[in-house]
């Protein structure tokens, strides 16, 4: 239901800049919607929620893909980019409470709660900031797992993104919004991507026309930050990026499982740069898969630099440690 909720809101978009096109929807379901008795981090498939999508759009079966960013790998098969990334919704997780528990906070829940969270993100962060509550594993798409949480006793509370959430129309249910400070969130959380056929000028051209440029270029520092640090499901990497004055700040972190390890750190760039109108032969250059021609070449080169430099910082400090001891973990699970 999000996913049809998310495509029929880029739908619209188009339809309203492009009214003589006609936009037909079809609706797919991938490996990721159907393997649900496994957490995600498990099945070890980069490409769990947009391997079907793509092979449709290879084989010229549809012409254009609507994905939450943050499903998407930082490295697209070939043939493949983002071409529009959407203005970002709250990028933000929030706390869902078991009817029960309808007013707390997670620091108000009774000790030993349990809170569901596929994410081993969330969980290492929230598992540190929360030593006194329990987190386990929940799957399914947001209407089972509400249901999970309301029609059961397992779970005081689930975390879901705010975005998801919002795109619902269940904004009613967030009992919690968690800052950065309590649980930095994923790369690209919040953000829609329409995924093209690289080579297809047309359509790349037409849905353009959807970039933001701030989304456009927080989320390239963020995939190039998950990048350069080969994060993926199964390692807790998260980020929060704020564009301010011309100024692009990216924190980023990484997590052992249990979130006793970490380190995080903070960086900016500048990204003021005029856009430049000649068509040179970089015309279609990919930062970390996105194709964004109407947003300055060298605004997004510095965000792509920004999430790099970063990567290597705290790489310098031993990030790649903790990053492998909890994908060994995460696999011998």
Not at 21 to 31: D, R
Not at 62 to 80: N, R
Not at 303 to 331: F, M, P, T
Request: with cysteine.
């Amino acid at each position: 239901q999000l996913a049809r909720i998310q495509t029929d809101s880029v739908v619209e978009m188009l339809r309203e800049l492009y009214p003589d096109l006609h936009f037909e929807i079809i609706a797919m379901s991938t490996t990721g919607d159907k393997i649900l008795d496994t957490a995600l981090s498990k099945i070890g498939e980069k490409s769990l929620f947009t391997k079907e999508l793509e092979n449709a759009l290879e084989r010229n079966e549809v012409d254009l893909v609507v994905h939450s960013l943050k499903d998407l790998p930082t490295s697209l098969p070939p043939g493949f980019t983002i071409g529009a990334v959407c203005k970002r919704e709250n990028p933000l997780d929030a706390v869902v409470l078991h009817p029960k528990n309808c007013g707390k906070t997670l620091n108000l829940l009774p000790e030993k709660s349990v809170i569901g969270t596929s994410s081993l993100r969330r969980a290492a962060q929230l598992k540190k900031k929360f030593p006194q509550l329990e987190f386990r594993d929940i799957r399914g798409n947001l209407n089972t797992r509400l249901k999970k949480l309301d029609e059961k006793e397992d779970f005081s509370a689930i975390i879901l993104a705010a975005a998801g959430l919002k795109r619902m129309g269940w904004e009613n249910r967030i009992g919690q919004l968690l800052s950065p400070e309590d649980c930095l969130y994923a790369v690209g959380q919040g953000a829609l991507a329409v995924e093209v056929r690289a080579k297809d000028q047309e359509i790349l051209n037409m849905v353009s026309a959807l970039h933001d440029a701030d989304t456009v270029l927080c989320c390239i520092a963020e995939r190039a930050f998950m990048k350069h640090l080969e994060g993926g499901c199964s390692v807790p990497v998260a980020v929060n990026t704020v564009l301010k004055d011309g100024q692009l700040y990216l924190t980023g972190a990484v997590y052992s499982l249990d979130g006793s390890d970490s380190l995080k750190e903070t960086m900016q760039t500048s990204i003021s740069y005029p856009q430049q109108t000649e068509d040179g032969p970089n015309d279609d250059v990919q930062h970390v898969g996105i194709t964004a021609k109407n947003v300055p070449s060298q605004a997004q080169e510095a965000a792509e630099n920004l999430g790099v430099d970063l990567a290597n910082l705290l790489l310098s400090k031993g990030a790649k440690h903790i990053l492998s001891v909890a994908r060994q973990l995460n696999d011998a699970h």
